[in-house]
């Protein structure tokens, strides 16, 4: 397994210009992934025991209140669904990016971890699916997983793309179920792909930013370009926001 892991060259820096309230706040995030400091070795990263689950299976909901913000989303049977007979499918095949949010609202961004299974039906340019989150005025993360290239990606989106981290994996093979996961902790985001890390990048934007703590952000599905996916199982651990509920 390849893990890319970002540069901490500037935290030293970054450190100095945050003050007492953000070197506390910052102190606490560490203290919170690491059991108290830095490693070498990355460590999973874990939200708090008791953490609020929220699930869509897609058995029962329409996407009534889900937010399509582009592409062709259905909800259809499919024979070989991962749990239950139906699944979320992108059609759309002329769009540059098809992003859909779920109705549960906003998240702190603080501390959550996604999981979806998403299985690439179709794609001659791209065969791709992946988790939207932090998603905040137009503007968000995702990490996704592509059958015709041999790498996992998380990318950052405001207005344009920008790749934060990759690394080389095996294609998830066309027409078979994947899982991807996405852990986010304060600074640190992991990207899995089928149960096996491969991602472990610090956000270095996320240090100076005020209480993080008290932002929020949705989560989603993402396809690219003239990829057919399916998606199940979504489950997002997460606090939601008071208003969200």
Known sequence: ?????????????????????GLLLLTDLIQARHGGGLTADAAELTVPDGTPVTNFDFEKEDLGKWKV????????????????????IQRADRNALNVILAPAGAFYKAAIDISVKFKSLYGSEDASGGIVFRFTAGKYYVVRANALENNFRLYYYDGQRHLLATANVQPPALRMWHTIRVVAVG???????DGQLFIDYEDMRSL???????EL????????????????????????SALSK
């Not at 397994?1 to 309230?21: A, P, Y």
């Not at 100076?208 to 703590?213: A, Y």
């Not at 690219?224 to 998606?231: G, I, L, R």
């Open 1 to 21: 397994m390849k893990r890319i892991t970002s540069s901490r060259r500037l935290c030293g820096l970054i450190l100095s210009g945050l003050g007492g309230f």
């Open 69 to 88: 913000l582009d592409g062709q989303w259905t909800v259809e049977e499919m024979p070989d669904a991962p749990s239950g007979k139906r699944v979320l």
């Open 187 to 193: 600074d640190q985001i992991q990207g899995w792909l």
């Open 208 to 214: 100076v930013r005020t209480d993080e703590r008290l």
């Open 217 to 240: 952000g949705e989560v989603g599905l993402w396809t690219k370009a003239d990829s057919v996916t399916a998606f199940d199982d979504l489950t997002i651990r997460g606090y939601r």
